[in-house]
């Protein structure tokens, strides 16, 4: 089935450097969401992309839709203890119901 | 507004036995999500209803099923556990979209049932 490419897996980080993590695919997508899930909870929407070159930012997170339509990517400024967790992109197509996920990046920040 | 509640939170069973997972979603949402989410991996996709009809299925073996009842309302059930069944499984809700083409049901989630199989 279709699949998105989330890099990276995992990032060790230092409290305030800024991250950076994307999601790649083959296929072109309609739709770009970004959700962090929290340790032993569901995931939350922190943005949704819906426009091809559309930057939309929600605090210090920043998320752009790749003007392929193939990709997108997901910036943190400035990271906190709080940013911990793991971090999912998830695409639609037209051609689908379906949500397709990537596999997640777990960000972890040293003490 | 009340979010999407999952019961049980936790639940522990052994192999062999069967379990049913509630989901009620949020007022107004008509679309119920329900993935699986094993430790490390990501959410493996297992089912979606909409309007009480099931409209997409993943790839999980017959022994998972699901329903939706009238007032949108979700149940899950696996049947003849085993211990790989072990996972939190996610029910997510979004609203009405019967179109394909209206862009994307962002979903939102529960918090989870977390489910162990001895």
């Known amino acids: 089935g279709q699949q998105l490419n989330q890099s990276p897996q995992s990032m060790f980080i230092q409290e305030g450097e800024d991250v950076s993590m994307n999601c790649t695919s083959s296929s072109i997508f309609n739709t770009w969401l970004w959700y962090k899930q929290d340790p032993g909870e569901g995931p939350v929407l922190l943005i949704a992309l819906y426009k091809a070159g559309e930057l939309t930012s929600n605090g210090r997170l920043t998320a752009q839709f790749g003007i392929t339509r193939k990709d997108s990517f997901l910036n943190i400024s400035a990271s906190i203890p709080s940013d911990v967790g793991i971090y999912f992109c998830?695409?639609?197509?037209?051609?689908?119901?379906?949500?397709?996920w990537g596999a997640g990046t777990k960000l972890i920040i040293k003490p | 507004k009340a979010g999407v509640t999952q019961t049980p939170r936790y639940l522990i069973k052994t192999r062999g036995q069967q379990v049913t997972l509630s989901c009620s979603p949020i007022?107004?949402?008509?679309?119920v999500s329900w993935y699986q989410q094993t430790p490390g991996q990501g959410l493996q996709f297992l089912f979606e209803y909409f309007s009480e009809t099931q409209r997409n299925k993943g790839n999980f073996p017959g022994r998972f099923s699901g329903r939706q009842f009238s007032n949108s309302r979700s149940e899950m059930n696996v049947s003849t556990l085993e211990l790989g069944d072990s996972a939190l499984y996610l029910c997510?809700?979004?609203?009405?979209?019967?179109?394909?083409?209206?862009?994307?049901?962002?979903?939102?989630f529960g918090a989870g049932s977390r489910l162990t199989v001895l």
């Open positions: 998830a695409g639609h197509m037209d051609s689908n119901y379906q949500l397709i």
């Open positions: 007022s107004g949402h008509r679309s």
């Open positions: 997510a809700s979004s609203l009405p979209n019967s179109s394909v083409s209206s862009g994307a049901n962002v979903l939102t």
